[in-house]
Each structure stands twice: as structure tokens, then as C-alpha cells.
């Protein structure tokens, strides 16, 4: 069974500071995604990384992708309060069906 | 806006009901997924629909179906409702087929079982 992990659950950092969020699975895939929930509302999509090594950016967040770590990251260089939400990883690993397997989620809060 | 529709927002019954969740997919999406999420189980793949056949399932009850229709839009049938079965269900939609194209989420509905 898939199990993909992500830390921290919780984070509460200061605007302006730097953190990465990490995502561990553990099964091979090349297809990971990330999405943001705000409180009480729907999934949006963030990122869709599909190969070895893809990096994406949009504004202040950073995300990439190691297949053969099974890892992914997802960095925010200069956090603003805007970006609190809770973050997940979601990992398709059957190919053509596009089950995603979902990770824990890091809840994010941005103090300022 | 995803584009994804679901319909209610919010029900409330009783244990043992049966209710429909439903689901309209964004314009063009071939592909429905339904999920459950709750505090202790996260965020749950129950089944995927494509075109109008299953194309895969999660952890979906036995209590549970579903179907997509000709037109493509999707309902979840949830029947003999226990405690455990509170939680937001979240319909989303994709061009599928593997495309790789991200899952477009709708607004969810909240289903509260008293």
C-alpha cells in the first residue's frame, strides 16, 4: 500500500522567513502534485511535477521533485500571510488511472 | 471557480438514511473521482469514473456506489449512514485518459450524520 508522508503536519512561521515542506512516498512514481485547502474550502492546484528532477515555480512557493528519493519539496522564500493554508502532496502511481494517494497535510500558518 | 459542480452543500440526516451527492464535472472533463475527507482519515480516493465506466476504485464501502452518467455528470449514493460516515465529499474532475492534467476540485459537500 502507498503511503506518502508529509512534515511537518504543523508549521507556524514569521512573515518574511524562509521554510521547506517535505513529502515522502513510498512507491515509484514520477507523477506528484501539490494542492492548498484554505479553511472550509475546496482543493486548489498548486504544481503537477512529472519527471525526475522538475522544478516549478508560481510567486513566493517553489516545488520539486526526486524520483528516485521518492521525495518532493515545496519551498516559500519570504512567507506572507496570504500563503497560510494547509498544503498537500498527492501522488498518482497507477499510470492511466490517475489515483491519487493523498498525504497527511502540513497546515501552515504565517505570523506576522 | 474549478468549473466543478456539486450539489448540496451541506446535508443532514439521520443513521440509516440513504443519500445522493451530486456531482456536474468541468466542461470537457472526461473524468470523475469522488473523495472523503475527515479529521482521522485525511483526504480518501472512494472511485474514479471515465467516460461513464469505472475506472478505479479507492477505499469505497460496500454501502457505497457510484455512477457517471451520459452526460457526465456523477452522483455517489451513500446508504445505511452511520456516525462515521460524516465527512466532506469532495467531487473533481480531469481531462483523464493520462493526460497528467491536475484534478479540479469542487466546493465539496458536507454530509453530517446525527
Known amino acids: 500500500e502507498l503511503k506518502v508522508e508529509q512534515n511537518p503536519l504543523f508549521l507556524s512561521m514569521q512573515e518574511g522567513k524562509n521554510y521547506t515542506i517535505y513529502c515522502n512516498y513510498s512507491t515509484t512514481s514520477d507523477r506528484l502534485y501539490w494542492y492548498r485547502q484554505d479553511p472550509g474550502k475546496s482543493l486548489e492546484s498548486l504544481f503537477v511535477?512529472?519527471?525526475?528532477?522538475a522544478v516549478k515555480q508560481e510567486g513566493r512557493l517553489m516545488a520539486s521533485l526526486d524520483t528516485k528519493a521518492r521525495l518532493s519539496t515545496l519551498h516559500i522564500t519570504a512567507a506572507v500571510h496570504d500563503l497560510s493554508a494547509t498544503y498537500f502532496c498527492a501522488v498518482d502511481w497507477d499510470f492511466g488511472n490517475e489515483k491519487l494517494t493523498f498525504g497527511t497535510g502540513t497546515r501552515l500558518t504565517i505570523i506576522p | 471557480d474549478s468549473g466543478v459542480t456539486q450539489t448540496p452543500k451541506h446535508l443532514i440526516t439521520a443513521t440509516g438514511q440513504r443519500v445522493t451527492l451530486r456531482c456536474s464535472p468541468r466542461?470537457?472533463?472526461?473524468?470523475v473521482y469522488w473523495y472523503q475527507q475527515s479529521l482521522d482519515q485525511g483526504l480518501q480516493f472512494l472511485i474514479q469514473y471515465y467516460n461513464g465506466e469505472e475506472r478505479a476504485k479507492g477505499n469505497i464501502l460496500e454501502r457505497f456506489s457510484a455512477q457517471q452518467f451520459p452526460d457526465l455528470h456523477s452522483e455517489l449514493n451513500l446508504s445505511s449512514l452511520e456516525l462515521g460516515d460524516s465527512a466532506l465529499y469532495f467531487c473533481?474532475?480531469?481531462?483523464?485518459?493520462?493526460?497528467?492534467?491536475?484534478?479540479?476540485f469542487g466546493d465539496g459537500t458536507r454530509l453530517s450524520i446525527l
Open positions: 511535477l512529472l519527471s525526475n528532477g
Open positions: 473533481a474532475s480531469s481531462a483523464g485518459g493520462g493526460s497528467n492534467q491536475p484534478q479540479h
Open positions: 466542461s470537457g472533463d472526461l473524468s
